[in-house]
């Protein structure tokens, strides 16, 4: 067996071995993505009043890595659902972490310029604009996934909502984000805070993106359990990752500010372990989300290889 880096991935190339079958992540991302592209377009037209429309495109279009919604369909499909029934909810998860975005970009949050390479938001249409493109996003996710997700019993869709508005409100997503705003510029930050922050202001939607996604393929109780905690594991390694960047890379390599959050003073992983100890960590998290995926054998490749993508960013 041997690996090939690629572009900040690693690859594992499997063609040596007469068990496994080689699985190239950097085209698998690269399908999965233009899917997702070309649905998260068609999914929001501009309509009247065009500037709302176009503010709320103008974020949700912008690019990335789209992670989260080929995260929802490559579950989906591993536990033996389609693309075709998981899509909606694929870009309602797009939807609610661009809204994430839009919002953690403004004076009163993070007060950034620059996300994924562009101006943010308010930058182009001002703070009020951003404020209520973020709400029409949030909104709207959830009526894209009532209304376009077809084949899945209710019950199932239901589930669906009510996970993905646990993962966005006070209990994930809002809750992780007040805490981080309390937090800075304190220097007493415990580790057990930090953990709090990220268990729900990141890991939170990759959970909801992962977990929902075997919840419209009919995926068991004890399936969707062992898929959450892989989840919550790779959550918590990508945020990991993430203050690691943001010490170690350029805005150019980031598509964002770099450097903030040294300069709001506030607690990360390397501030509280350093940058070698918060490799060890997330490398470790990894690990235990791979393992989760064992009883799913070969059908767990994509997820394997999006956790191993995780760890190897850029670094």
Request: charged share 25%; glycine share 6%.
């Amino acid at each position: 067996m041997t690996q090939e880096k690629d572009k900040g991935m690693v690859i594992t190339d499997d063609r040596n071995s007469p068990d496994e079958v080689y699985f190239d992540l950097s085209n698998y991302l690269a399908e999965r993505k233009a899917l997702v592209e070309t649905a998260l377009d068609r999914s929001l037209p501009v309509k009247y009043p065009e500037r709302i429309y176009e503010a709320m495109r103008y974020s949700l279009l912008a690019g990335g890595k789209r992670l989260r919604p080929i995260l929802c369909l490559a579950t989906c499909e591993m536990t033996g659902g389609t693309q075709d029934m998981a899509m909606p909810t694929a870009c309602a998860l797009e939807m609610v972490h661009t809204m994430s975005l839009v919002h953690d970009d403004l004076p009163a949050m993070d007060n950034d310029d620059y996300r994924r390479g562009k101006l943010t938001n308010h930058k182009v249409y001002g703070d009020d604009v951003a404020i209520l493109a973020g709400d029409g996003l949030l909104a709207y996710a959830f009526e894209h996934i009532a209304v376009e997700t077809h084949n899945v019993p209710a019950s199932q869709l239901l589930q669906v909502v009510a996970r993905l508005g646990r993962a966005v409100g006070a209990a994930g997503l809002v809750g992780g984000q007040v805490v981080d705003l309390e937090s800075e510029g304190k220097s007493d930050i415990t580790l057990e805070t930090l953990h709090f922050i990220h268990t729900h202001k990141t890991a939170a939607l990759l959970e909801a993106s992962v977990v929902c996604g075997a919840i419209l393929a009919g995926a068991s109780l004890e399936d969707q359990d062992r898929l959450s905690r892989y989840a919550q594991n790779i959550g918590l390694a990508f945020q990991i990752v993430d203050d690691i960047l943001d010490i170690t890379e350029s805005q150019e390599v980031l598509g964002k500010t770099a450097g903030k959050d040294l300069k709001a003073q506030k607690a990360t992983y390397p501030s509280l372990w350093g940058l070698e100890e918060s490799k060890r960590q997330a490398a470790q998290l990894i690990e235990a989300a791979q393992a989760e995926l064992m009883p799913f054998g070969t059908l767990a490749r994509p997820l394997n290889a999006i956790a191993e993508f995780i760890i190897r960013r850029h670094y």
